[in-house]
């Protein structure tokens, strides 16, 4: 486990051995097939990036599901949590696309418990996560987690190469 940290803000970064295994070009043509296929919600003026998925996209993909859990596992050093609440979607940007950078936090207002917050990339990209003074460098097949209370966006830019990008926001009770 590696960390990056600001003066007031800490990503902590984990390797995941189920996506490692999983991420080939079938996997990334399921995941775009996916995102493209299912609405990341039910709002007219949705503020979401152009192709995002339902927020269920681990449902389908059981793999995600059980690297999430395993993050867990390893960050709390326990395997009795329960997940109160846990959102995880899928991103799809296309090569040559200009990323939508809009500053955004993921707290559950009025939900009680531990809220934690994660993405992964699953292609190669230099286009990380911007938060207040620092930048996650991405690097794939990895779990980038931090407190679901801390602004963040997608780096401006525009993509060289097909991105995509897993993301969660969860509230846990120990």
């Not at 207040?132 to 407190?147: A, S, V």
Request: charged residues 25%.
């Amino acid at each position: 486990m590696d960390c990056l940290v600001g003066t007031k803000q800490m990503v902590e970064v984990f390797d995941c051995p189920y996506i490692s295994k999983a991420n080939n070009k079938k996997f990334q043509q399921d995941l775009i097939k996916y995102t493209k296929e299912t609405k990341c919600c039910e709002e007219e003026n949705c503020n979401h990036p152009k192709i995002q998925s339902d927020l269920k996209i681990n449902q389908a993909f059981s793999v995600i599901d059980d690297s999430i859990n395993n993050l867990f596992k390893t960050y709390l050093g326990a395997d009795n949590f329960i997940f109160t609440k846990k959102n995880v979607w899928g991103y799809y940007a296309s090569k040559d696309s200009q990323l939508q950078s809009v500053v955004h936090n993921h707290m559950f207002k009025k939900q009680k418990g531990l809220q934690l917050s994660a993405v992964m990339y699953i292609t190669p990209t230099k286009l990380g996560t911007d938060f207040t003074d620092f930048k996650i460098k991405p690097e794939i097949n990895k779990w980038y987690l931090w407190h679901s209370g801390l602004f963040h966006k997608p780096e401006a830019g525009v993509t060289h190469k097909d991105r995509i990008v897993l993301a969660f926001s969860s509230v846990i009770s120990i």
